[in-house]
């Protein structure tokens, strides 16, 4: 497969698909066209990278036909009413696309085809997004390196070294908005940091926004408080753009805010954070983008976290499975997705079902969230997390009253060989989420930025709630 051009500037990046609907507006390409060549291309990726769960060729053939049509009535006002029109955009498999394949990576829904589309899908769709499929992950979004998939699932690989992992649990996402050869927008998941790892070991953009910004409606969820929507995508201009598509209040998801995000501003100084077991590349790339931050005026000060570098791993853990444990009660082989044929009692059928259809990451966390909550247990654990959480959200506060942001790395390493994974025990896998828990648990938006390094790598941009827009600018210095 013949290699991607990469854009020599975030600029040139940026330019694909500005420079796409100038030649859509001009008549010198069709969007059946447009969409006829993406798709061949993601086929050709999809064998080499095992980016894809579904893809949606006949959906995205309809939405370009109906695109051309509309275009050739409205002619360039068609930019109006569509301004991403002829952006392709790839969902993880978590969120449903109504007549496509969602089975959030689990062998649990195979088979399940949602008869809606999640809010973000309807309002890409609105914009004149072409749906091009669903993008691999770890099985219901459980790990850190997209290599906990489902039974009957493919890993993902990095397609800028096909033995490195893609980070998880999006991996999918970030390896296609590495490497699509046409302009593409990733729409993937956060939980515990399932957007700005990936997009830090595959060399690009990913924005994970403050909690509730971005509708939930229509995802499969892992952990509700903790779980939010955004993109992932090669240029910043890109995530600016497909965020101001999708932020904004929902009706249909509870947890919607009503509020809209901060105008973007100029930070005049930023926290680095202190962090420890972060590999000497990583930390001296991490450096080198302060100080390109400094000089276009941004200063910065050392600070500690000390409460969340100590506790919010374990509080995390403890929150998410118990949630994840309660969420995947649901799957029972009985409404939909898995149906094994099962004789015998109702607590057979629920056993092989579930049996058969989860993973072994998966029972792990069902078995770990099930303990944190059980009688005797919950005040000890799950209610003691909870407390903790509150605790980590005020440490983060105060910082954020004295700074624009918070900076650090967005993994402490490169990506890892998958023969160096196969090494690793379970509680190293959770042990590398130790940069990205935090602002997960306190809902605070964060950008992974990509380090100029010998691999890729990403720095961490933390900001507080709705400050989405700040963050990217500063992503612009560095």
Known sequence: MPA???ATSKQGASAELPALQGRILQGEITLSDHVHEAVDSLRELDREYAMMTAISEELARSQAKALDAEKRKLGKDILRARPLLGLCVSFKDAICVRGVQ????????????????????????????????KTAQDEFGFGSFSVNVGKDFRIPRNPLDR????????????????????PHVAIAESTGGSIAAPAAFCGVHGLCPTYGLVSRNGLIDYANSLDKIGPIARSLDDVSRVLDVIAGFDAADATSLQRTMAPEAMPKSIALVKQEGVAEEVASAMWD??????????????????????????????????????NLARYCGLRYGFQPPVEGSAEEHFT?????????????????????????????YYERALAVRSRIIAEYQGVLKRFGALVSPAMPLFPPRF??????????????????VGPNLAGLPHLSIPLQARLPAGLLLIGNHLQEKTLIRLGRMA
């Not at 029972?363 to 005040?379: E, F, P």
């Open 419 to 436: 023969d160096e994974l196969s090494q690793l025990t379970p509680l190293q896998h959770y042990a590398m989420d130790h940069l990205l």
């Open 163 to 182: 033995e490195r992992c893609c980070g998880g649990s999006s991996g999918g996402a970030a390896a296609l908005a590495a490497a699509a050869l046409f």
């Open 289 to 326: 983008a302060v100080k390109r931050m400094e000089s276009s005026g941004v200063s910065y000060k050392e600070v500690s976290l000390p409460y969340t570098a100590k506790f919010a791993l374990a509080a995390y853990y403890i929150i998410a499975t118990s949630e994840a444990s309660t």
């Open 352 to 380: 092989v079902t579930r049996g058969e259809a989860f993973g072994a990451e998966a029972k792990r966390r069902i078995l770990l969230g099930t303990y944190a909550r059980m009688a005797g247990y919950r005040s000890a």
């Open 102 to 133: 969602s089975a959030a990576g689990s062998k649990a829904l195979k088979g399940y085809t949602p008869v809606f589309d999640a809010t973000v899908v309807s309002r890409l769709r609105e914009a004149g997004c072409i749906v091009l499929g």
């Open 4 to 6: 991607r051009k990469k």
